[in-house]
């Protein structure tokens, strides 16, 4: 299993920095599209749909992503802006209380799927935005937070893991990763802090706040898996799981990058 994970990721990793760094904008639309829509495909599994059914979300939010792709317009002056208002309003409150009180994603279709077409299209548009509004290393720096996040949470849950962050979804996350993620962060922040010429307490800031919603999207998603008996949410991606458990994290914190990235460079 470690070597095919390892084989897997040495393939993804080089066609998601071609994707970013040399696709052109009309290329990185088709990208994001395809992503998302692999991801809502397994969204739609979550929901407890199988057969053609479940592709009516993947064809709704691909064609939602290359449709509304952010045009020429500002950022804020887009049509689909309250799109990624409402999923950061998700993220921020709805996700919280979800956790709380894990509440059935498939307990009826008009539950789950409109919530999986919110979040998806919402974080499909805000990749888009981000790379064009801060470049392709600026799209880099924000994924760079997950998977800082991410590893760290792994290494110093290993070492010094006590205290269970949430038993009842995902058993082996504890808060002393949580601990470890937010001290790598900070330091992560501070380096580009001082790279960018930026206030280090805004980055800082920012990207905690980024790491906690993406730790929010990891639990939710191992809720959701949970919820319908799934140990991974495809097989999309040998050793890995499926495209949604690759980018859960990623599906939080892409929308909130947005006006955090606004924020940072007033």
């Known amino acids: 299993m470690l070597k095919t ?3 897997t990721a040495l393939v993804l990793l080089p066609l998601v920095l071609a994707a970013l760094f040399l696709l052109p904008h009309v290329g990185w639309i088709a990208f994001a599209a395809v992503v998302c829509g692999g991801a809502a495909w397994e969204w739609s599994r979550l929901c407890g749909l199988r057969g053609a059914i479940a592709w009516v979300l993947p064809v709704l939010v691909a064609a939602g992503v290359a449709l509304l ?6 950022v804020f002056e887009q049509p689909w802006w309250p799109v990624v208002l409402a999923a950061i309003f998700f993220w921020l409150a709805a996700a919280p209380a979800w956790l709380r009180w894990r509440w059935p994603l498939a307990a009826t279709l008009a539950k789950g799927l409109p919530i999986g077409f919110l979040l998806l299209l919402g974080a499909g548009l805000s990749l888009i935005a981000l790379r064009g509004a801060a470049g392709p290393w600026g799209v880099l720096g924000v994924l760079a937070i997950a998977w800082i996040a991410d ?17 009842a979804i995902s058993p082996g996350k504890t ?50 898996k949970r919820q319908a008996g799934l140990k991974d949410s495809s097989n999309l991606l040998p050793g890995h799981g499926g495209v949604l458990d690759r980018i859960d994290s990623l599906v939080a914190l892409m929308p909130l990058a947005l006006p955090l990235l606004y924020w940072l460079s007033r």
């Open 69 to 74: 792709a952010p045009g020429p317009l500002p």
């Open 175 to 224: 808060w002393e990763g949580v601990a470890g993620a937010a001290v790598a962060v900070s330091i992560y922040a501070v380096v580009i802090a001082v790279v960018c010429t930026l206030p280090w307490w805004k980055c800082m800031l920012a990207a905690l706040l980024l790491m906690a919603i993406s730790i929010a999207g990891d639990l939710l998603e191992s809720l959701f």
């Open 5 to 7: 994970r390892v084989l």
């Open 151 to 167: 590893t760290a949470a792994y290494f110093s849950g290993k070492a010094f893991g006590r205290h269970k962050l949430a038993p």
